[in-house]
């Protein structure tokens, strides 16, 4: 006889975890050799992960996993979709401290497991479930996002820990899909003074290890992550530690350098550019670069990070330093011509927010707060006001219509540095430290909001504001990533019958293949039929894996 029994998951994922893993960080020699059937010298050293694991380049089917350890050794990531039951790794026999791992083939918008080592033991992992990616959604698919938007951090110091601590409180907390936490976007000078590997340690890996290993990192370069690193030849700390997609992995135009590239989440797509090494004429390779990719893509949503601001009254003046009025003079009107939506830089230490603007690349005394219609700067009805739902209103903008963007300079994640903050295409500035956090969703009505928020040091949020975009193009109508431990599926359920597994589902959905674990997480049965014979498996509980076309679901039954 069958019984579902769901409400066991989580005791079943206990005793998987305490069955198939050692504690983290401390080597376990004679589990491992049972485990992977490999002979071991005595006497072995204890390898030591230094710094990560932390995921790079994360595409729908991909994700690049690195590490460091103290002594040269194997690279093993061990991953699947069950906790207790990474049926699957991707081994390197080559022995090295700096470790790079792709995994592949796996499926968009699903969350793996997984846990890095070597050829004779784990090195890392998680027993509560906290060390994962999540693929990224097929180009094109609307649902729920949430980046977390960190400037100018790397000081180490207390400053830095609180507007980190703040961001954590936050997500964790937050109503809106909490602990989800898709992207981490760094907007440069990640480790001062000089982006040295030691200050990369000490101010990025030390500080942000946490979501590092279920988060995927992007950045830009800032002037001081260049003071190390060579942007013509991608050598330096910064070069080495980041891996970027130079052939559009991660979807867009190919750029061919970690310097500027691009990349496609969900329905937005990222360009991210180097205000800093790199040349930013008109005309430059950077440019014909950045303009084939932004009239490529068909995203509902365009994001650009770079590091010098376009607009800022902050420890940085844009109407004097050449790199932020040329980023201004030269791009924003490529970019605002092609329906750029946010603009994001640090640079100066502060937080300063615009109206919704198009068109401005004087000085800051030149800005109008007439609407473009009228030779002004701003878009839309709403676009000289706060951006508050609660308040003017949100910024609208139609998918069909380019202008109107918001430029943010946010690079007060470690230390502020004052300025006048009076730049006038500017509705706020702050002398304040903190993290934005960008959350785009359905408005329920065929289009989408992009909510920002200025989450400060002390958890307050000093500003939030929102665009609101019609016309968003529909393809998805997934909210939440398929495999979770302890998800409870409403589209796969069980009947249960003599001696025989019955799996029914919805009509869009479409079976692929079912996997039943036993209570040690070992695969005992494969099948691709809706029914299976169960009944010469020994009694218990079993997991049930089961991979329709739309996902994967995680059930549990006992067999009695
Ligand atoms: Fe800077």
Not at 62 to 69: A, F, G, L, N
Not at 349 to 369: A, D, K, M, P, V
Request: proline content about 4%; glycine content about 10%; charged content about 20%.
């Amino acid at each position: 006889m069958i019984k579902k029994s769901i409400f066991l998951l989580a005791a079943l994922w206990s005793v998987y975890s305490f069955a198939q893993t050692s504690v983290v960080d401390i080597p376990n020699i004679s589990a491992a050799v049972a485990a992977n059937n490999v002979d071991v010298p005595k006497n072995l050293p204890a390898v030591v992960v230094e710094r990560g694991p932390y995921l790079q380049t994360g595409t729908p089917t991909s994700v690049i996993v690195k590490w460091r350890t103290d002594i040269a050794t194997e690279s093993v990531v061990n991953y699947g979709t069950l906790l207790g039951a990474m049926s699957k790794n991707v081994t390197s026999a080559d022995l090295t401290t700096e470790h790079e791992v792709t995994l592949s083939g796996l499926t968009p918008n699903t969350k793996y497991y997984f846990n890095i080592g070597n050829r004779t033991e784990v090195l890392s992992e998680s027993v509560t479930g906290d060390m994962y990616v999540i693929t990224a959604p097929t180009p094109g698919t609307d649902q729920f996002v949430r980046a977390w938007i960190i400037g100018d951090p790397g000081t180490g110091n207390t400053f830095q820990r609180w507007v980190r601590d703040a961001y954590y409180n936050y997500v964790d907390t937050t109503a809106t899909n909490p602990g989800k936490t898709d992207m981490m976007l760094f907007l440069g000078d990640n480790a001062y003074n000089t982006g040295k590997d030691s200050e990369y340690q000490n101010a990025f890996f030390d500080v942000y290890d946490d979501m590092f290993k279920k988060s995927v990192a992007w950045s830009c370069l800032g002037n001081h992550d260049g003071d190390s690193a060579d942007s013509d030849t991608q050598s330096g700390p910064y070069y080495d530690i980041f891996t970027f997609p130079t052939a559009g992995e991660a979807g867009g135009t190919p750029s061919g350098t970690e310097a500027y590239y691009s990349f496609d989440y969900a329905n937005i797509h990222f360009i991210i550019l180097d205000s800093h090494h790199t040349s930013r004429a008109v005309g430059g390779p950077m440019y014909n670069w950045a303009l084939t990719d932004i009239q490529n893509t068909a995203q509902d949503w365009i994001v650009t990070l770079f590091h010098h601001p376009a607009y800022s009254k902050g420890s940085h003046d844009s109407d004097v330093d050449h790199r932020p009025v040329e980023m201004r003079e030269n791009f924003t009107p490529m970019l605002e011509a092609n329906g750029v939506d946010l603009v994001l830089s640090g640079h100066s230490h502060s937080y300063e927010r615009s109206y919704f603007l198009n068109g401005h690349q004087g000085l800051s005394n030149t800005f109008s707060l007439e609407e473009i219609t009228n030779g002004g700067n701003t878009v839309g009805a709403n676009g000289k006001g706060d951006g508050k739902e609660d308040g003017d209103g949100a910024y609208q903008k139609a998918s069909t219509e380019p202008e109107g963007a918001v430029y943010i300079t946010t690079g007060s994640a470690g230390q502020i540095s004052g300025g006048d903050l009076n730049h006038q295409a500017m509705y706020i500035s702050m002398n304040k430290l903190g993290s934005c956090v960008m959350e785009i969703d359905d408005d329920g009505n065929g289009g989408q909001n992009m909510v920002i928020k200025f989450i400060r040091e002390t958890g307050e949020i000093d500003d939030y504001f929102t665009i609101h975009k019609t016309g968003v193009t529909f393809t998805d109508d997934t909210n939440e990533p398929k495999a979770e431990v302890g998800a409870e599926s409403k589209k796969v359920l069980y009947v249960a019958g003599h001696d025989l597994l019955t799996i029914t589902m919805d009509r869009n959905e479409r079976l692929k293949k079912v996997k039943i674990y036993n209570n040690i997480g070992k695969l005992v049965k494969k099948s691709r039929k809706k029914t299976i014979d169960v009944s010469k498996m020994p009694k218990g509980m079993y997991a049930i894996e089961i991979t329709t076309k739309n996902g994967t679901y995680i059930e549990s039954v006992t067999i009695e």
